[in-house]
């Protein structure tokens, strides 16, 4: 049986723990043929962990581009779009493909960071990728840049932001609300337009957390490829993710990653949902 194709357009985390990485780790837990158009290489200082992004000239990624939609993804997803005309071009990639589905993983920071990579590429973001993403997936700094509300730091906030978010054309948003919301849950929002729904599981106290945000991200994708619902896509997505940062292990004294089999291969873990 031919295997659904799922594309990213991403960068590349060196530690291989984020970044197009996970990406095609979490494509092959879920059984799909996953390709990948570089945007980035992201290094680290070995002393530090800093890190380092060199983009890639913008015709080797039309190059790239080029190659993958002759493939005819199913699904594409993004990550790490560095700048503006990166963002565009990720946008374009979509339109001219055949896919049914577009997730938007609107990565803004490298972990560990707090300062975003590119202010304007959230204007960018806003007008090229929210108004034909299927599912767009920030977390919280990246839904109060989005929504542009600033720091959100409750489930209301997330409320207000995701309707933002909704508004300006993304059919769905999921926001990440995960360890730094305060409470023994780690708490997603889902809003498709007319119901929220909030995704909960117990908050596993493991600082190995590395790659969690694209591996989420990419679940979404590979499960809308393999046919499920948006909702049904997100709930998965939210175990998936789960099972990988509670198994997730010890790389080396700066970070480590989230486990990207645990949930195949370890256990599942529940997630509950409620109308909120």
Known sequence: MALKKTLTIAGSD????????ADLKTFQEHNTYGMVALTAVVTMDPETWSHDVTPLPIELLDKQLKTALSIQPDAIKTGMLGTE?????????????????FVVDPVMVCKGDDEVLNPGNTDAMIKELLPIATVVTPNLFEAGQLSELGKLTSVEDMKKAAQVI???????????????????????????????????????????????????????????????????AVINAKAFVASAIKNGWKMNDFVGPVQHGAYNKVEKIDVQTTEV
């Open 85 to 101: 005309e990166i963002i565009g071009r990720a946008a374009q990639a979509f339109k001219d493909s055949n896919a049914e589905y």
């Open 166 to 232: 909704y508004d300006r054309g993304a059919k769905h948003v999921v926001i990440k609300g995960g360890k730094a919301l305060e409470g023994a849950e780690a708490v997603d929002l889902y809003y498709d337009g007319e119901t929220f729904t909030q995704l909960t599981t117990d908050k596993f106290q493991s600082s190995y957390n590395h790659g969690a945000g694209c591996t989420f991200a990419a679940a979404v994708t590979a499960n809308l490829a393999n046919g499920l619902t948006p909702r049904e």
């Open 14 to 21: 060196t530690s291989a723990g984020a970044g197009m990485q």
